[in-house]
C-alpha cells in the first residue's frame, strides 16, 4: 500500500482513462455530500466505475454515516473502498467491518486549528474498524472539509502518521508544485488530490497530473531508500 496516488473529483470515462494512463492509483467520486455539489451523477459514476480496470480502482468519497446505508451504496456503485468523510460514530465504523469486512474504509481526519489531540483520540478509538486514515483541509471561509484546495499544517499530519497503526493518506491542497515537499514533511503511505489536478476548466490537466505522479513517486522512492534525512 505504500506509495499510493490518488486522484479526486473525476468527471467522465475519458478522464478515468487519462489519470490510469498516467499512473494515479485510486479515483475518487465524490457523492451524497452535504453541498450537493457533485462533477457527475451517480449513474454516470456507476457507468465511469465500470470502466475502471484493475489494479487501479474506483473509491467513493462521501459524508453517508450509517453502516448499512455505506455498504449498500458501495454495492450499488460498484466499489470496494469508501472514503468516510462524515462524522461517523465509531459504533458505525465497526458495525460497517461486520457487515462487510472486505470492504476497504479510509476514514477522514479533517485538521483544523488545535484539534491535534482529538483527531490523535480519533485514531486510537476507531483504528481497528479502518484501513487506512486520511488527513484533509478545513476551510473556515466556507466550512468546506474537502477539495478546499488548502494546504493544512503538515507537522499535524505528520504527528498522525507516526501515531496511526494504519496508513496515512495526505490531503488537501496538494499539487505538483508542493507534494515532494509534502512527502518529505509527512512521510505519509499515500497522497491524495482533487482541485491542483485542475486546469481553469475544472478538468482535470494532463500536464499537472503527470508531474504530480512524477514528483510524487520520486518522493517515495527516495523516502523508501532512506535518502531523506528525518
Ligand atoms: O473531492 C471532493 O469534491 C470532496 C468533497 C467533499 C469532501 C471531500 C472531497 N474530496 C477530498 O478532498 C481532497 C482534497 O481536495 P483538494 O486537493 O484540496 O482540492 C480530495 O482529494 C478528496 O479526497
Known sequence: MYGLIQAAGIIDRAEAAMLCEAGVDWLGFPLRLPSKREDLTEAEAIDVIASIRSPHKGVVITYLTEAEEIRAFCAELGVRTVQLHGDVPAAQLRTLKQIDPELYVLKSLVVEKDNTASLAR????????????????????????GATGMVHDWRVSAKLARLSPRP??????????????????VRPAAVD???????????KDPEKVRLFVERSKLAFARLALGVVAR
Open 122 to 145: 480519533t485514531v486510537e478509538e476507531v483504528a481497528d474498524w479502518v484501513d487506512m486514515f486520511i488527513t484533509d483541509s478545513f476551510n473556515p471561509a466556507t466550512g468546506a472539509k
Open 193 to 203: 488530490a482533487h482541485t491542483g489536478l485542475e486546469g481553469p476548466d475544472g478538468r
Open 168 to 185: 496515512l493518506m495526505l490531503a488537501g491542497g496538494l499539487n505538483a508544485d508542493n507534494v515532494i515537499d509534502a512527502i518529505e514533511q
